[in-house]
């Protein structure tokens, strides 16, 4: 399970879209970038191929929830 999920743009204009990310999975911290089309780009570190895909539709199903559902 993720925890302590946060997000923030990556450019001061919040217009353009782009959002870094950072969270704790089995006692890892985890970072990355989201991509406006929904890519996700691991930074540092990426979690294990086990987990990966869980993990992406987690931060992608947070991210429409945070981003997308919260401008309407």
Known sequence: MLQHFQYK????????????????????????IYHKNGRIEWKLEKPSSHYEAVLEKQVHDLMLFHVYDQQR
Do not use: D, N, V
């Open 9 to 32: 743009p990556l450019y001061k204009e919040e217009r353009i879209p782009g959002w870094s990310f950072s969270f704790y999975f089995s006692g890892k911290k985890l970072e990355g």
